[in-house]
Protein backbone atom coordinates (compact mmCIF):
# COMPACT_ATOMS: atom_id res chain seq x y z
CA UNK A 1 0.00 0.00 0.00
CA UNK A 2 1.31 3.53 -1.17
CA UNK A 3 0.21 7.04 0.06
CA UNK A 4 1.42 9.84 -1.72
CA UNK A 5 -0.41 13.43 -1.55
CA UNK A 6 -0.59 15.78 -4.69
CA UNK A 7 1.95 18.59 -5.34
CA UNK A 8 1.90 21.29 -2.99
CA UNK A 9 0.26 24.06 -5.46
CA UNK A 10 -2.61 21.82 -6.76
CA UNK A 11 -4.11 21.12 -3.08
CA UNK A 12 -4.34 18.89 0.13
CA UNK A 13 -5.97 15.64 -1.84
CA UNK A 14 -4.68 12.56 -0.55
CA UNK A 15 -4.59 9.32 -2.20
CA UNK A 16 -4.29 6.28 -0.88
CA UNK A 17 -3.31 2.39 -2.97
CA UNK A 18 -3.55 -1.07 -2.14
CA UNK A 19 -2.92 -4.22 -3.96
CA UNK A 20 -1.88 -5.36 -7.13
CA UNK A 21 -3.37 -6.67 -10.52
CA UNK A 22 -5.71 -8.51 -11.50
CA UNK A 23 -7.41 -5.84 -8.81
CA UNK A 24 -6.81 -2.95 -7.50
CA UNK A 25 -8.20 -0.30 -5.21
CA UNK A 26 -7.56 3.62 -4.61
CA UNK A 27 -9.10 5.49 -2.12
CA UNK A 28 -9.50 9.19 -2.94
CA UNK A 29 -9.83 12.35 -0.29
CA UNK A 30 -10.32 15.19 -2.62
CA UNK A 31 -10.70 18.97 -1.96
CA UNK A 32 -9.58 20.05 -4.88
CA UNK A 33 -10.09 19.50 -9.03
CA UNK A 34 -9.12 15.92 -9.89
CA UNK A 35 -8.11 14.33 -13.40
CA UNK A 36 -8.68 10.90 -13.96
CA UNK A 37 -6.76 10.57 -17.28
CA UNK A 38 -8.14 7.89 -19.77
CA UNK A 39 -6.13 4.24 -18.84
CA UNK A 40 -6.59 0.31 -20.59
CA UNK A 41 -8.94 -1.07 -17.79
CA UNK A 42 -12.46 -0.32 -16.86
CA UNK A 43 -12.86 1.54 -13.64
CA UNK A 44 -15.55 0.93 -10.68
CA UNK A 45 -16.10 4.38 -8.81
CA UNK A 46 -18.27 4.66 -5.32
CA UNK A 47 -19.07 7.85 -3.98
CA UNK A 48 -18.31 7.64 0.04
CA UNK A 49 -18.97 11.24 1.22
CA UNK A 50 -19.15 14.84 -0.63
CA UNK A 51 -20.43 16.31 -3.68
CA UNK A 52 -18.99 17.71 -7.36
CA UNK A 53 -19.34 18.22 -10.85
CA UNK A 54 -18.46 15.66 -12.84
CA UNK A 55 -17.13 16.65 -16.32
CA UNK A 56 -16.79 14.14 -19.31
CA UNK A 57 -15.76 14.80 -23.12
CA UNK A 58 -20.11 14.69 -23.25
CA UNK A 59 -21.09 17.25 -20.66
CA UNK A 60 -21.15 17.75 -16.91
CA UNK A 61 -23.53 16.27 -14.25
CA UNK A 62 -23.83 16.82 -10.10
CA UNK A 63 -22.73 13.82 -8.40
CA UNK A 64 -23.18 13.46 -5.09
CA UNK A 65 -22.86 10.66 -2.02
CA UNK A 66 -23.98 7.56 -2.87
CA UNK A 67 -23.78 7.56 -6.58
CA UNK A 68 -21.37 5.33 -8.34
CA UNK A 69 -19.46 5.67 -11.81
CA UNK A 70 -19.04 2.78 -13.95
CA UNK A 71 -16.48 3.56 -16.47
CA UNK A 72 -15.29 2.07 -19.88
CA UNK A 73 -11.35 1.88 -21.00
CA UNK A 74 -10.21 5.15 -22.84
CA UNK A 75 -12.46 7.74 -20.99
CA UNK A 76 -11.08 11.07 -19.61
CA UNK A 77 -12.67 12.61 -16.77
CA UNK A 78 -12.56 15.27 -14.04
CA UNK A 79 -14.03 15.53 -10.74
CA UNK A 80 -14.40 19.72 -10.67
CA UNK A 81 -15.46 21.71 -7.22
CA UNK A 82 -15.18 18.76 -4.78
CA UNK A 83 -17.05 19.32 -1.14
CA UNK A 84 -14.97 17.11 1.05
CA UNK A 85 -15.08 14.53 -1.79
CA UNK A 86 -14.08 10.76 -0.91
CA UNK A 87 -14.27 8.43 -3.59
CA UNK A 88 -13.15 5.07 -3.68
CA UNK A 89 -12.02 3.09 -7.07
CA UNK A 90 -11.32 -0.47 -8.29
CA UNK A 91 -9.73 -1.40 -11.02
CA UNK A 92 -9.63 -4.89 -12.65
CA UNK A 93 -8.68 -7.30 -15.50
CA UNK A 94 -12.06 -8.51 -16.97
CA UNK A 95 -10.56 -11.51 -18.12
CA UNK A 96 -9.54 -12.69 -13.84
CA UNK A 97 -13.17 -13.48 -13.91
CA UNK A 98 -13.29 -15.77 -17.31
CA UNK A 99 -13.58 -18.72 -14.76
CA UNK A 100 -16.87 -17.19 -13.16
CA UNK A 101 -18.60 -17.55 -16.75
CA UNK A 102 -21.52 -19.01 -16.14
CA UNK A 103 -22.46 -16.04 -13.14
CA UNK A 104 -21.94 -13.36 -15.74
CA UNK A 105 -23.31 -15.01 -18.75
CA UNK A 106 -26.72 -15.65 -16.80
CA UNK A 107 -26.79 -11.80 -15.75
CA UNK A 108 -27.70 -9.41 -18.41
CA UNK A 109 -27.52 -6.92 -15.83
CA UNK A 110 -24.31 -7.81 -14.86
CA UNK A 111 -22.83 -8.23 -18.10
CA UNK A 112 -24.40 -4.84 -18.91
CA UNK A 113 -21.79 -3.43 -15.82
CA UNK A 114 -19.13 -5.18 -18.27
CA UNK A 115 -19.98 -2.29 -20.85
CA UNK A 116 -19.51 -4.92 -23.35
CA UNK A 117 -16.13 -3.57 -24.30
CA UNK A 118 -14.58 -5.04 -21.52
CA UNK A 119 -16.45 -8.77 -21.71
CA UNK A 120 -16.67 -9.24 -25.59
CA UNK A 121 -13.75 -5.84 -26.28
CA UNK A 122 -15.32 -4.16 -28.97
CA UNK A 123 -16.42 -0.31 -29.02
CA UNK A 124 -19.42 1.36 -27.23
CA UNK A 125 -20.50 4.52 -27.15
CA UNK A 126 -21.74 4.48 -24.16
CA UNK A 127 -18.88 4.61 -22.14
CA UNK A 128 -19.40 5.97 -18.75
CA UNK A 129 -22.55 5.58 -17.07
CA UNK A 130 -23.50 6.96 -13.70
CA UNK A 131 -25.88 5.73 -11.54
CA UNK A 132 -27.08 6.67 -8.07
CA UNK A 133 -27.34 3.93 -4.89
CA UNK A 134 -29.84 4.24 -1.99
CA UNK A 135 -30.42 3.39 1.33
CA UNK A 136 -29.93 -0.61 1.67
CA UNK A 137 -28.51 -0.29 -1.43
CA UNK A 138 -25.46 1.83 -0.47
CA UNK A 139 -24.72 0.42 2.69
CA UNK A 140 -24.68 -3.22 1.08
CA UNK A 141 -22.35 -2.04 -1.79
CA UNK A 142 -19.57 0.26 1.33
CA UNK A 143 -19.55 -3.47 2.84
CA UNK A 144 -18.69 -5.29 -0.11
CA UNK A 145 -16.36 -2.61 -1.04
CA UNK A 146 -14.47 -2.76 2.62
CA UNK A 147 -14.48 -6.56 2.51
CA UNK A 148 -12.84 -6.67 -0.72
CA UNK A 149 -10.31 -3.94 0.58
CA UNK A 150 -9.90 -6.06 3.10
CA UNK A 151 -8.80 -9.04 1.71
CA UNK A 152 -6.25 -6.83 -0.68
CA UNK A 153 -4.51 -5.77 1.92
CA UNK A 154 -4.48 -9.53 3.42
CA UNK A 155 -2.66 -10.23 -0.32
CA UNK A 156 -5.62 -12.44 -1.45
CA UNK A 157 -6.58 -10.84 -4.54
CA UNK A 158 -5.53 -13.46 -6.41
CA UNK A 159 -7.67 -15.90 -4.55
CA UNK A 160 -10.96 -16.85 -5.81
CA UNK A 161 -12.84 -15.31 -2.84
CA UNK A 162 -11.88 -11.94 -4.03
CA UNK A 163 -12.84 -13.00 -7.42
CA UNK A 164 -16.25 -13.66 -5.74
CA UNK A 165 -16.55 -10.55 -3.87
CA UNK A 166 -15.90 -8.03 -6.85
CA UNK A 167 -18.54 -10.51 -8.95
CA UNK A 168 -21.25 -10.22 -5.70
CA UNK A 169 -20.40 -6.10 -5.44
CA UNK A 170 -20.96 -5.96 -9.50
CA UNK A 171 -24.34 -7.79 -8.90
CA UNK A 172 -25.25 -5.65 -6.02
CA UNK A 173 -24.70 -2.67 -8.65
CA UNK A 174 -26.36 -3.88 -11.47
CA UNK A 175 -29.46 -4.28 -9.28
CA UNK A 176 -28.96 -0.41 -8.14
CA UNK A 177 -27.84 0.15 -12.08
CA UNK A 178 -31.47 -0.76 -13.49
CA UNK A 179 -33.50 0.75 -10.65
CA UNK A 180 -31.39 4.49 -10.87
CA UNK A 181 -29.34 4.02 -13.88
CA UNK A 182 -29.67 7.50 -16.22
CA UNK A 183 -29.03 5.75 -19.47
CA UNK A 184 -30.74 3.14 -21.92
CA UNK A 185 -31.80 -0.32 -21.22
CA UNK A 186 -29.32 -2.88 -20.28
CA UNK A 187 -27.95 -5.59 -22.42
CA UNK A 188 -30.18 -7.88 -23.81
CA UNK A 189 -29.26 -11.70 -24.58
CA UNK A 190 -31.59 -13.62 -26.36
CA UNK A 191 -32.16 -17.42 -26.67
CA UNK A 192 -30.07 -17.87 -29.73
CA UNK A 193 -27.53 -15.66 -28.54
CA UNK A 194 -26.29 -17.49 -25.32
CA UNK A 195 -26.82 -20.78 -27.22
CA UNK A 196 -23.86 -19.91 -29.26
CA UNK A 197 -22.00 -18.15 -26.17
CA UNK A 198 -22.55 -21.70 -24.43
CA UNK A 199 -21.57 -23.73 -26.98
CA UNK A 200 -18.42 -21.58 -27.75
CA UNK A 201 -16.82 -21.62 -24.13
CA UNK A 202 -17.83 -25.57 -23.86
CA UNK A 203 -16.14 -25.82 -27.12
CA UNK A 204 -12.61 -23.74 -25.26
CA UNK A 205 -12.42 -25.64 -22.09
CA UNK A 206 -12.93 -28.91 -24.28
CA UNK A 207 -9.84 -27.84 -25.69
CA UNK A 208 -10.76 -28.08 -29.51
CA UNK A 209 -11.13 -25.52 -32.19
CA UNK A 210 -14.40 -23.60 -32.73
CA UNK A 211 -16.02 -24.32 -36.06
CA UNK A 212 -19.12 -22.19 -36.55
CA UNK A 213 -20.04 -24.18 -39.45
CA UNK A 214 -19.90 -27.37 -37.30
CA UNK A 215 -21.34 -26.12 -34.21
CA UNK A 216 -24.77 -27.78 -32.67
CA UNK A 217 -27.94 -25.53 -33.42
CA UNK A 218 -30.07 -26.28 -30.43
CA UNK A 219 -33.24 -25.88 -32.68
CA UNK A 220 -32.48 -22.73 -33.47
CA UNK A 221 -32.20 -21.01 -37.29
CA UNK A 222 -28.54 -20.87 -38.51
CA UNK A 223 -28.95 -17.01 -39.42
CA UNK A 224 -30.75 -16.17 -36.04
CA UNK A 225 -28.00 -17.43 -34.10
CA UNK A 226 -25.53 -15.19 -36.01
CA UNK A 227 -27.34 -12.31 -36.38
CA UNK A 228 -28.40 -12.59 -32.57
CA UNK A 229 -24.78 -12.66 -31.16
CA UNK A 230 -23.34 -10.15 -33.98
CA UNK A 231 -26.24 -7.84 -32.54
CA UNK A 232 -25.01 -8.63 -29.20
CA UNK A 233 -21.10 -8.73 -29.69
CA UNK A 234 -20.36 -6.48 -32.70
CA UNK A 235 -18.38 -9.60 -34.21
CA UNK A 236 -18.45 -12.80 -35.70
CA UNK A 237 -19.00 -15.88 -33.48
CA UNK A 238 -14.98 -17.17 -35.03
CA UNK A 239 -13.69 -13.83 -33.82
CA UNK A 240 -15.07 -13.60 -30.04
CA UNK A 241 -14.25 -17.56 -29.80
CA UNK A 242 -10.49 -16.27 -30.53
CA UNK A 243 -10.97 -13.42 -28.09
CA UNK A 244 -12.44 -16.25 -25.63
CA UNK A 245 -9.79 -18.41 -26.17
CA UNK A 246 -7.39 -15.53 -25.26
CA UNK A 247 -9.12 -14.63 -21.72
CA UNK A 248 -8.94 -18.23 -20.59
CA UNK A 249 -5.16 -18.20 -21.41
CA UNK A 250 -4.70 -14.87 -19.94
CA UNK A 251 -6.49 -15.93 -16.76
CA UNK A 252 -4.22 -19.15 -16.61
CA UNK A 253 -1.04 -16.89 -16.95
CA UNK A 254 -2.38 -14.34 -14.44
CA UNK A 255 -3.16 -17.27 -11.14
CA UNK A 256 -0.65 -20.25 -12.12
CA UNK A 257 2.96 -20.99 -13.24
CA UNK A 258 2.20 -23.25 -16.20
CA UNK A 259 4.62 -23.12 -19.09
CA UNK A 260 2.65 -21.07 -21.95
CA UNK A 261 3.52 -24.47 -24.05
CA UNK A 262 0.84 -26.28 -22.21
CA UNK A 263 -1.24 -23.60 -21.81
CA UNK A 264 -1.51 -23.37 -25.50
CA UNK A 265 -1.94 -27.43 -25.62
CA UNK A 266 -4.80 -27.50 -23.10
CA UNK A 267 -6.75 -24.60 -24.39
CA UNK A 268 -6.67 -25.91 -28.43
CA UNK A 269 -4.36 -23.56 -29.98
CA UNK A 270 -2.77 -25.20 -32.89
CA UNK A 271 0.72 -24.06 -31.60
CA UNK A 272 2.20 -22.22 -29.16
CA UNK A 273 3.36 -19.14 -31.93
CA UNK A 274 -0.34 -19.48 -33.03
CA UNK A 275 -1.04 -19.01 -29.11
CA UNK A 276 1.43 -16.00 -29.55
CA UNK A 277 -0.12 -14.92 -31.95
CA UNK A 278 -3.76 -14.79 -31.54
CA UNK A 279 -2.92 -13.44 -27.61
CA UNK A 280 -0.90 -10.65 -28.91
CA UNK A 281 -4.05 -9.36 -31.06
CA UNK A 282 -6.07 -9.66 -28.14
CA UNK A 283 -3.91 -7.56 -25.42
CA UNK A 284 -0.99 -5.95 -27.74
CA UNK A 285 1.67 -7.87 -25.37
CA UNK A 286 2.68 -11.40 -25.56
CA UNK A 287 1.99 -13.70 -23.23
CA UNK A 288 5.34 -13.49 -21.55
CA UNK A 289 4.84 -9.69 -20.79
CA UNK A 290 1.56 -10.37 -19.88
CA UNK A 291 2.38 -12.27 -16.87
CA UNK A 292 5.73 -10.37 -16.03
CA UNK A 293 3.08 -7.14 -15.87
CA UNK A 294 0.08 -8.87 -14.15
CA UNK A 295 0.56 -12.33 -13.19
CA UNK A 296 2.30 -13.11 -9.66
CA UNK A 297 5.85 -12.51 -8.96
CA UNK A 298 8.35 -14.68 -9.45
CA UNK A 299 8.87 -17.42 -6.69
CA UNK A 300 5.08 -16.87 -5.24
CA UNK A 301 3.09 -19.49 -5.37
CA UNK A 302 -1.11 -18.79 -5.07
CA UNK A 303 -2.72 -19.55 -2.15
CA UNK A 304 -5.33 -21.65 -3.51
CA UNK A 305 -4.72 -22.99 -6.61
CA UNK A 306 -7.46 -22.26 -9.56
CA UNK A 307 -9.64 -25.22 -9.92
CA UNK A 308 -9.25 -26.43 -5.88
CA UNK A 309 -12.28 -25.50 -4.08
CA UNK A 310 -11.99 -22.82 -1.45
CA UNK A 311 -13.97 -23.80 2.37
Not at 34 to 55: D, K, M, R, S, W
Not at 230 to 254: I, K, N, Q, T, V
Request: hydrophobic share 40%; net charge negative; proline share 5%.
Amino acid sequence: MGLFFKKSGIGENRIENSGRWPVRLTHFQLVDEYEFPATNFPEIFFVQEGNFLHETETGTQAVREGAAMMVNPGHRHTVKQPDEVVLTRIRFLPEWLTREYEIIANSPGVLSLFFDQSWFRFHREDNLHVFTTRGDGASRVRSELEYLRGLIKEKRQIEPIARVSLLKLMMLLADEYLRFWRGVSEVEVLPEAKFALDQIEATILRGEAFEAEKMSRGGFEKRAIEKSFEELSGMSMPDYARRRRAFHAACRLLSGTDEPRKISKELGFTTTADFSKQFETVFDISPAVYRTKFGLPPGENPTVREGEEVA
